[in-house]
């Protein structure tokens, strides 16, 4: 009986230099800014900024406040409860409603006055320019 060799093993290449390279267009962007800074300057600078991205979401809570104080002013009877009159429960409603109001306008006076520095290259100017 003749004797089986086993088949042998084809293999392809491929020229990696000549196939890579063809048609192959390089761009370089090497170029660097760096930005030295201290810790602690560095802390104060994300501190404000952290500030100021707060200020801009920091109306949600006196807006929501508000709206369930005003609707339950239209919607409640108001009536005696634990000894106290109706009138003061309506007046203490009414105090509460306008001081939920002040805070949410002292709230968007600070969103609006932040609007548009929460941007990320704010943050790096300011620590750019930070003292």
Known sequence: MAERRPPQERRTYIELDKEFLEG??????VSQEAILITADKAKLCLIDYKNILES???????AGILITLVTSLFATDFKNFLGIQADFWMALYVLLSMATLVWLSIALFHAYKNRGKGEVDVLINMLKKSP
């Open 24 to 29: 192959l267009t390089v761009q370089k962007n």
């Open 56 to 62: 801009q979401r920091d109306w949600i809570a006196p």
